[in-house]
């Protein structure tokens, strides 16, 4: 069964601060790919990043970086002396090759970033 | 290059009327996906197009919503007789092929009175 938890309902932090945002999945898929998309209080979804399963290889753009371990079914996003623009919610998702391209969704994590 | 477009922006209907949800995929981009998201819910896939078929419509509810993507024009996802519980943000999502990353439209804001 295809299922995304992002456990953290809601984060606050001060400008400045480091913050992680959690993702665990599950699937039975040897094929499928992860995402993180962010919807900023405007309301549109911004595409950040889509890795593979057979990359595990951390990536890093900018302040954010992206930690994947498929030992835990984790994939875990953190951004780096968060901003007041990081403001909005955050989504991982999934998608497995065995159900075509569709993404199921985690519940999402709703950042603040306060000034 | 243009991304999802996405129309109207917004929709007010009354009980009963039809919605009529317009999007454009990006250039060159012949996969269509739409999800919903319910008021303090996440996203929930609904269905997913290509020009002409249906590839899979698990998502979607078993009455009075449809969708087409027409060999030309825009994807359409029809909802017939709306009621309140159809009030959320409807999104579009199109990909180049079936594999690659879905990108998102601005989303359409459905409100039913």
């Known amino acids: 069964a295809q299922k995304v938890t992002q456990a953290q309902t809601e984060i606050s932090v001060v400008e400045k601060e480091d913050v992680t945002l959690d993702c665990v999945y599950e699937t039975r898929d040897t094929t499928y790919y992860l995402f993180w998309y962010k919807q900023p209080p405007s309301g549109e979804l911004v595409f950040l990043i889509r890795?593979?399963?057979?990359?595990?290889q951390n990536e890093i753009s900018g302040r954010y970086s992206w930690n994947f371990q498929k030992s835990t079914s984790s994939f875990n996003f953190t951004i780096t002396a968060s901003q007041v623009v990081d403001s909005a919610v955050y989504f991982c998702?999934?998608?497995?090759?065995?159900?075509?391209?569709?993404?199921?969704f985690g519940a999402g994590t709703i950042l603040r970033v306060k000034s | 290059n243009a991304g999802v477009m996405q129309n109207p922006r917004h929709l007010v209907r009354r009980r009963g009327q039809e919605a009529r949800l317009r999007c454009s995929p990006m250039k060159g981009h012949s996969h269509v996906y739409w999800y919903r998201q319910l008021p303090e819910e996440g996203l929930k896939f609904m269905v997913y197009l290509q020009k002409e078929n249906i590839i899979d419509e698990s998502g979607m509810p078993k009455e009075r919503f449809s969708a087409e993507f027409p060999k030309e024009g825009p994807s359409i996802l029809r909802i017939q007789q709306v009621v309140r519980g159809d009030s959320a943000a409807y999104f579009c999502?199109?990909?180049?092929?079936?594999?690659?990353?879905?990108?998102f439209g601005p989303g359409t804001r459905l409100l039913v009175l």
């Open positions: 890795r593979n399963s057979f990359d595990e």
């Open positions: 999502a199109s990909s180049s092929t079936g594999l690659e990353t879905q990108y």
């Open positions: 998702a999934l998608s497995e090759l065995e159900y075509g391209n569709k993404l199921v």
